[in-house]
């Protein structure tokens, strides 16, 4: 057998170092699946939580939307009440006689 790296004979293994490397290899084959365990169940996980924040987040944008809607109809009758008030106060102001209320006398 020829040692790859000085291109000069090597002696074979022997059987107690094939032993010794075959177990390493067999050690690092199992802690490299139990890490990729551990990963897809961290990813898992993960996805898991993405999915209940995609909800919630699906559940906020519902409600913006409803209170959107609140506000909007809130502000459509305060500008109703608005042009009233106003209505009512150019009609005072504009009549050259006060208001029939203003004019009875009492008794």
Request: proline content about 6%; glycine content about 6%; some cysteine.
């Amino acid at each position: 057998m020829w040692n790859s790296l000085s291109q000069t004979p090597s002696a074979p293994f022997s059987t107690l170092q094939c032993l010794y490397l075959e177990e390493h290899i067999r050690e690092a084959g199992e802690q490299g699946e139990g890490t990729l365990r551990d990963a897809k169940a961290k990813v898992a996980g993960l996805e898991e939580a993405l999915q209940r924040s995609r909800e919630h987040m699906a559940h906020l944008v519902r409600e913006y939307q409803e209170l959107m809607n609140i506000k909007l109809a809130l502000d459509v009758e305060i500008l109703t009440y608005r042009k009233l008030v106003e209505g009512e106060e150019n009609r005072s102001w504009s009549s050259p006689f006060p208001p029939s209320s203003a004019l009875s006398t009492p008794g």
